[in-house]
């Protein structure tokens, strides 16, 4: 069982910008793929970003291309979200989920293991 615990949110001003990450336990990150959503209030959740362990990502939306950056760091079981030119529309709980191991891409939205989430705040 994979375990994903979030942090970093917290309340940033518009323009600003989070690193929030994604600490993984119980098993090995390696075999997985790993993304990042978001639910706003009153909103259906969102996927943002996915990356494989090769290294292959996939931005699934247009609202925050390039101005968040998705990485990993597999010899820490990390994952994270960098966000910059953060705007008041990007206040979401933010959550990181993992797809694998035998389907460890990114060409699905179907996560098998989620974290509970870190809030994101944006003020104007």
């Known amino acids: 069982q994979l375990q994903l615990v979030e942090s970093g949110g917290g309340l940033v001003q518009s323009g600003g910008s989070l690193r929030l990450s994604c600490v993984a336990s119980g098993l090995t990150l390696d075999y997985y793929a790993i993304a990042w959503f978001r639910q706003a209030p009153g909103k259906e959740r969102e996927a943002l970003l996915c990356?494989?362990?090769?290294?292959?990502?996939?931005n699934y939306a247009d609202s925050v291309k390039g101005r968040f950056t998705i990485s990993r760091d597999n010899f820490r079981d990390t994952a994270y979200l960098q966000l910059n030119n953060l705007k008041p529309e990007d206040t979401a709980v933010y959550y990181c989920?993992?797809?694998?191991?035998?389907?460890?891409?990114?060409?699905?939205?179907?996560?098998?293991?989620w974290g509970k989430g870190t809030l994101v705040t944006v003020s104007s």
């Open positions: 989920a993992a797809r694998g191991p035998v389907l460890s891409d990114c060409n699905s939205v179907d996560m098998k293991y």
């Open positions: 990356l494989e362990n090769g290294g292959s990502s996939t």
